[in-house]
């Protein structure tokens, strides 16, 4: 750890419904993917951890779960974590989406969840190059009367507009302190949860509405036989056999574009040619199985 203390760090965690846009917009702060980008709700199950690095700067970006009632083991358990998570940080960033319209009950729930939280909250209205002025001005509006007193942000996670005066109020707010990683980390997740969240990010691209909370990913081997060449084998599980033939494909079409795409992704992250082995495994109700939940790192 940096022993430096005229440097600012600290953790930030970020708050919203699913799909406000804040896998997009960590991995714009952070400058690579470390949250998988997805069109489909709720696909954030772990609070995952980036790391932005500046001359003088630490900021520790929380990808929490999106805030919802808990609905089952799966969904407690996120739910606990976003609280644990608030609890420990410096900061918290609110993300709205406003495409969608800012002020409906899942709005609402988040603020009330926040209303208690002893840390510094800041607002980001995301996706503003959806909207025309008008509904860019009432969405801004609506954000900063759920949240009063907190800085509101427009911003495009997409399109990076906003995010570079979001950062510098977020470090700007930062407390004194060391580096808590070392300068070259982009994130604290293990290279088997990484990968298992490109893999997945590529199965939620292309499977229907019925299969994404479905599916999780596991890694069980990583292997490099030598220099330039990593071996990743995994498995994708689902809870039906209906389920599993979506994955597969007819003559294992979608999973074949699956494994070409996550590999082309995992070669991007490790730079490195990678020979990627995955299988699809039925587990009924694994969302509600606490041993299972408890091997996938989902606590």
């Known amino acids: 750890m940096d022993g430096e203390l005229d440097t600012r760090s600290g953790f930030v965690a970020f708050a919203g419904r699913p799909n406000a846009g804040k896998s997009t917009l960590i991995n714009a702060i952070v400058g690579h993917k470390i949250a998988i980008v997805s069109d489909k709700p709720q696909t954030t199950r772990r609070a995952i951890r980036g790391i932005a690095n500046g001359p003088d700067w630490q900021l520790i970006l929380v990808d929490l779960p999106g805030v919802q009632r808990p609905r089952d083991s799966l969904t407690e358990r996120m739910a606990h974590r976003v609280q644990r998570e608030l609890a420990e940080c410096d900061g918290v960033l609110v993300v709205f989406n406003g495409q969608q319209g800012v002020g409906g009950p899942g709005d609402r729930f988040i603020a009330e969840s926040l209303a208690d939280s002893s840390a510094p909250v ?123 033939g979506i994955v597969i494909g007819s003559a294992g079409k979608m999973i074949r574009e699956i494994g070409t795409a996550a590999r082309r992704s995992l070669e991007e992250e490790v730079e490195s040619k990678v020979h990627l082995e995955i299988s699809v495994r039925v587990r009924k109700r694994w969302r509600t199985d606490d041993g299972l939940l408890d091997r996938l790192g989902i606590d």
């Open 122 to 244: 800041v607002v980001a209205v995301n996706k503003i190059d959806r909207l025309s002025h008008t509904a860019l001005v009432e969405a801004l509006q609506a954000a900063s009367e759920l949240l009063p007193g907190s800085e509101v942000f427009p911003i495009s996670a997409r399109k990076g507009t906003g995010v570079a005066e979001l950062t510098e109020h977020l470090v700007g707010s930062l407390p004194l302190g060391p580096r808590y990683y070392p300068i070259e980390d982009h994130t604290d997740l293990s290279d088997a949860v990484l990968f298992a969240e490109l893999i997945r990010e590529q199965v939620l691209r292309r499977t229907r509405e019925e299969i994404p909370h479905a599916i999780e990913v596991a890694i069980s081997e990583i292997e490099n036989p030598r220099d330039g060449l990593m071996i990743v084998r995994g498995h994708i599980w689902v809870e039906t056999e209906s389920q599993k």
